[in-house]
């Protein structure tokens, strides 16, 4: 149980362009997800709480209109890197919020994101 | 100084020996304890979760929480090669859902 999926797992775009990036929950309802960025050895860093039916709540210096998210269902969040530049280049994971006291929060795989 | 503060390693270790890997915070805050395994290019999987300080084991895995001072830390028996990985601790306030991370340890285990 407790599985969370992401797609696509790796994307390469031109710098400019604009990426989607899904994030669903498989097996459990979520109404709050969450998006990580991830540089190469370095640990998560929040970016966001998305939760579902609402506006999303950005980490500070984290540029709400450059990273939109929407959390449209109670499996589905998504987050769309508008017009992308190499800087943005990285690892975006998201996890999911499993309801009850514990809040535990189950990963995605994933999504690797190269902008040239 | 970070919240969380862990090792970054690498940890290498021969098959079949204990592994400990530790984290220290600040936030006397934290309450809810977490580790996190990540292979490479792989997202997070949660390993271990615990409430408030004392002990939890989960077949070859022990996590022990001391808020006293501050520490946790992960042992891991009888290791194996399968473990090798990075291992992420994390961390959360009651009433908060967001979870601070620490920077990752990554174990090597050699066979």
């Known amino acids: 149980g407790a599985v969370v999926s992401q797609h696509p797992s790796r994307v390469i775009c031109k710098s400019g362009t604009s990426v989607k990036i899904e994030c669903r929950s498989l097996?459990?309802?979520?109404?709050?997800m969450f998006w990580y960025r991830q540089f190469p050895k370095q640990s998560l860093m929040l970016m966001a709480t998305s939760n579902e039916g609402s506006k999303a709540t950005y980490e500070q210096g984290v540029e709400k209109d450059k990273f939109l998210i929407n959390h449209a269902s109670l499996t589905l969040s998504t987050l769309t890197v508008t017009s992308a530049h190499p800087e943005d280049s990285s690892f975006y994971i998201c996890?999911?919020?499993?309801?009850?006291?514990?809040?535990?929060?189950?990963f995605g795989p994933g999504t690797r994101l190269t902008v040239t | 100084q970070k919240e969380v503060e862990q090792d970054p390693g690498p940890l290498s270790v021969p098959e079949g020996a204990i592994v400990s890997l530790n984290c220290t915070y600040s936030n006397s805050a934290f309450q809810y304890f977490m580790w996190y395994r990540q292979y490479s290019r792989k997202g997070p999987e949660l390993l271990m979760y615990t409430y408030s300080s004392g002990n939890k084991e989960d077949g070859r895995f022990t996590a022990q929480v001391d808020k006293s001072s501050k520490y946790i830390s992960l042992f891991i028996r009888d290791s194996q090669p399968s473990d090798s990985a990075t291992y992420l601790c994390a961390m959360r306030e009651t009433g908060r859902r967001a979870l601070t991370f620490g920077s990752g340890t990554r174990l090597q285990v050699q066979p």
């Open positions: 097996d459990f309802q979520a109404t709050t």
């Open positions: 996890s999911a919020e499993t309801s009850g006291a514990n809040y535990e929060q189950y």
